[in-house]
């Protein structure tokens, strides 16, 4: 069969087209690991037009995904949005992703400002931050993935497993900076070393705070308090003391109905409540008793007991309406 004579310059076009088209793919992966290499963590700033020529002017499939996060500098005050913090896990993962791989040219990490790309947010429907989207080889402004936030103590950590899960590369083990530097961990070692022998004497003599026990009825109130405010919650979960009313920008909540989300006011009153009715109950059982007085005693015992109960019921109110589950006491059958 004649080959027709159409047919070699059709081949030609295609295979300059395909040579085009690499040396663009090319030239982009380039200018984008040009973009990393001058930023401390990694990340690379994006705009409307940058954005739209590194996913539109390059040929799918693309020989590289973007990991997006979408800021707003004006919201990094808002405690309720916590964009600083994400944006500070997002910066993380980059710079550890580039420690670990440090020729890797497959996945890079943007972000974009709202201030400056309004058109960006539209495109990709982005309606309420924090937001972060996975833009992969194939993908574009309509079909890439978004991440769901989670919580900020492991959010570098829940990144990284949804890179890997995503597009199978992986980003390696995340390394966060050290609470100490080398030269605070010698000057702390060297004060301690400096002060044992003065420690030694005083412990000897009995002089020393813990030896005091206005120290450990402090400190035994200080660790009650902590118990039941729920602290520890509030500082794995970094959550915001109050939030602002969004229809009414002049008020504040401090306290949020819901059982998914606890403000740290909430768990310090509650707190508060809590510490005044174990208070009540020790001078009952330590102090009240080595008053003499009959009348007295039955006096300040009932009063202490009614505002313990008063207390309880308000507490339980509360968490009624907070969680939506009712707490209630059952009587015993033979009461009723």
Known sequence: MALSPKLPILILIITLSSVTASASNDDLVAELLSLRSTSNSGVIHLDDHSISRFLASATTPRPYSIFLFF?????????????????????????????????????????????????TYTRFGVRTLPHIRLVGPTQGFTDSEPMS????????????EFIEFKTNISVGPIHRPPLLSRIH??????????????????????????????LWLAGSLFVYFFSVSGCMNNIIKKAPMYLVDNNNPSKLVFFYQGHGMQLGAEGFIVGFLYTVVGLLLAFLTQGLVKVSNVIVKTLVMLIALAV?????????????????YGIHGFWPSGWN
């Not at 980059?94 to 972000?111: E, Y």
């Not at 936030?149 to 990284?160: I, N, Q």
């Not at 004060?191 to 026990?213: D, E, M, N, V, W």
């Open 149 to 160: 936030k989670g919580d900020t103590t492991r959010f570098a950590e829940s990144m990284a």
């Open 308 to 324: 313990s109960v008063l207390i309880v019921k308000q507490v339980v109110v509360l968490t009624n309406w907070k969680t939506g």
């Open 185 to 214: 961990i010698i000057l702390i070692t060297l004060a301690i070393l400096a002060f044992i022998p003065y420690f030694i004497k005083k412990f000897i003599a009995g002089q020393t705070l813990f030896h005091s026990r206005k």
């Open 71 to 119: 800021d707003a500098v004006q919201f990094h005050d808002r405690p309720e949005l916590r964009l600083a913090e994400y944006k500070k896990q997002f910066n993380l993962v980059s710079s550890s992703f580039i420690k670990n791989n440090p020729n890797n040219a497959k996945i890079f990490f943007c972000d974009i400002e709202f201030q400056y790309s309004n058109l």
